[in-house]
Every structure is written in structure tokens, then in C-alpha cells.
């Protein structure tokens, strides 16, 4: 049963990448700025600013390849550390697929990797990371902004940690 589901995936995916071969896109960037909330278990820290830097290729009309990095300084801390340092960020890079249901609204599932430093840490360290986002592309009219929602998490010490992040970037073709 297992190796005929296999088998099914493995020949929709052929058929998928090769009626998609001839569609032709240019790639697309994006850069801004975040702002990340509803931290969990993310040093007694409770918000974060930062960057984004992104790009994706249309290979079909409904789906594209992504890749995202961004950078989150996490503030707002509500402990009183001695040697008046907050140090905690989290740089993830994830790759995923976006699916497009609609012409400018948009969901990814992605994975990848992130590098790490929370406030009791003496280094900085990567783990395997996780992530899920939907956004908006505002038409030309509006100078092509994107707004997209987020949700990036990676295991640290046995704990599922994670941040969401509401980012607004440019979109440059």
C-alpha cells in the first residue's frame, strides 16, 4: 500500500514538473522590514524587529519556489540582566513552495535551517527550521508592496520555540 502512494506521488509529481516545463517567469525579489510577536520560549523576550530578503520563481500559474533569509533582533525584554545585554536573535533561511489560490494572495509551508542565539546562550547555534506564511502582493498601482504573515520555529534543548512575524517589503522584478 505504502510503496503504491509512493509510486502515485512520485508519477503526479513528474506530470506536474513536466506541464510546467514550458511555463516561463522571471524571478522576483523582495526586501523589508519585520516586526515579530507572540514569542514562544524565545528568552522572556517579547518582540522583535528586523530584515527580509527574498526571492521565488513562478513554475506554474498557481505555484512558485521560494527562498526567504531574515533577521530578527528580539527587544522588549522583561528581565534585568547584569551585564545590561540583550543579545538574543534568530537568522532563519527557509526554502517552501507558495501556493497562489488567488492572483495576489498567497500560503507557503517551509523549511530550512536557522541560526540562533537566545540570552542564557554563550554561542550562537543552528538548528533545523520550520515555518508557514500567507501574504498579499498589492498590485502595480500600489508599487508592488507585499504584506505577508509568518510563522518560523525551530527545537532548541527539547522545546519547540517559535516567533510569528508581520513583514511589509518592496517587490523588485
Same mark, same amino acid.
Given at each position: 500500500?505504502?510503496?503504491?502512494?509512493?509510486?502515485?506521488?512520485? !508519477?503526479?509529481?513528474?506530470?506536474?514538473?513536466? !506541464?510546467? %516545463?514550458?511555463?516561463?517567469?522571471?524571478?522576483?525579489?523582495?526586501? @523589508?522590514?519585520? *516586526?515579530?510577536?507572540?514569542?514562544?520560549?524565545?528568552?522572556? =523576550?517579547?518582540? @522583535?524587529?528586523?530584515?527580509?530578503?527574498? %526571492?521565488?520563481?513562478?513554475?506554474?500559474?498557481?505555484?512558485? %519556489?521560494?527562498?526567504?533569509?531574515?533577521?530578527?533582533?528580539?527587544?522588549?525584554?522583561?528581565?534585568?540582566?547584569?551585564?545590561?545585554? =540583550?543579545?538574543?536573535?534568530?537568522?532563519?533561511?527557509?526554502?517552501? *513552495?507558495?501556493?497562489?489560490?488567488?492572483?495576489?494572495?498567497?500560503?507557503?509551508?517551509?523549511?530550512?535551517?536557522?541560526?540562533?542565539?537566545? =540570552?542564557?546562550?554563550?554561542? %550562537?547555534?543552528?538548528?533545523?527550521?520550520?515555518?508557514?506564511?500567507?501574504?498579499? &502582493?498589492?498590485?502595480?498601482? &500600489? =508599487?508592488?508592496? &507585499?504584506?505577508?504573515?509568518?510563522?518560523?520555529?525551530?527545537?532548541?534543548?527539547?522545546? &519547540?520555540?517559535?516567533?510569528?512575524?508581520?513583514? !511589509?517589503?518592496?517587490?523588485?522584478?
Amino acid at each position: 500500500m505504502a510503496k503504491g502512494i509512493r509510486l502515485t506521488f512520485f !508519477a503526479s509529481l513528474v506530470f506536474v514538473i513536466a !506541464a510546467s %516545463a514550458q511555463y516561463k517567469s522571471i524571478p522576483v525579489f523582495r526586501l @523589508g522590514g519585520t *516586526i515579530a510577536f507572540g514569542l514562544s520560549h524565545m528568552a522572556s =523576550n517579547n518582540i @522583535g524587529i528586523g530584515g527580509m530578503a527574498g %526571492a521565488e520563481k513562478l513554475f506554474s500559474k498557481s505555484f512558485a %519556489a521560494e527562498l526567504e533569509i531574515s533577521y530578527t533582533y528580539f527587544t522588549g525584554d522583561k528581565v534585568f540582566y547584569m551585564e545590561g545585554k =540583550n543579545k538574543a536573535f534568530a537568522a532563519p533561511l527557509l526554502a517552501g *513552495i507558495k501556493a497562489y489560490p488567488f492572483r495576489n494572495v498567497y500560503a507557503s509551508l517551509r523549511t530550512g535551517a536557522v541560526y540562533f542565539l537566545l =540570552n542564557p546562550m554563550h554561542s %550562537a547555534r543552528i538548528s533545523l527550521g520550520y515555518g508557514a506564511a500567507g501574504g498579499i &502582493n498589492l498590485p502595480r498601482s &500600489n =508599487n508592488r508592496l &507585499n504584506l505577508q504573515m509568518s510563522y518560523t520555529g525551530f527545537q532548541f534543548e527539547g522545546i &519547540n520555540r517559535g516567533y510569528t512575524t508581520l513583514a !511589509a517589503a518592496i517587490i523588485i522584478r
